[in-house]
């Protein structure tokens, strides 16, 4: 059976950083594209930044702070956000697509406040 677990969310000060893992069970994760979404109370969820194989994208808006990388070893993908705005408080999914195979996360909340 195939999970992924989302970790490291939580309460941060507006300026401050947090780094969320997405680490992957049942499955090689290095296989899939990986993305890491959000979605703030009363909005659609939209992606932040998407890693593959042969690149990485991000959602023009958060050029900059947010950076995705992956631990192909830990079998998990991480995003660092620095300069953490409000804004960027909502529940984080990640996302592993191969195909039309696709799992997601249980999510992790990030609360930026001071």
């Known amino acids: 059976q195939v999970q992924l677990v989302e970790s490291g969310g939580g309460l941060v000060q507006p300026g401050g950083s947090l780094r969320l893992s997405c680490t992957a069970s049942?499955?090689?994760?290095?296989?899939?594209?990986v993305g890491w979404y959000r979605q703030a109370p009363g909005k659609q969820r939209e992606l932040v930044a998407l890693i593959s194989s042969r690149s990485t994208n991000y959602a023009d808006s958060l050029k900059g702070r947010f950076t995705i990388s992956r631990d192909n070893a830990k079998n998990t993908v991480y995003l660092q956000m620095n300069s953490l705005k409000p804004e960027d408080t909502a529940v984080y999914y990640c996302?592993?697509?191969?195909?039309?195979?696709?799992?997601w996360g249980q999510g992790t909340q990030v609360t930026v406040s001071s």
């Open positions: 996302n592993a697509a191969f195909g039309v195979t696709n799992y």
């Open positions: 049942g499955t090689i994760l290095a296989l899939y594209a």
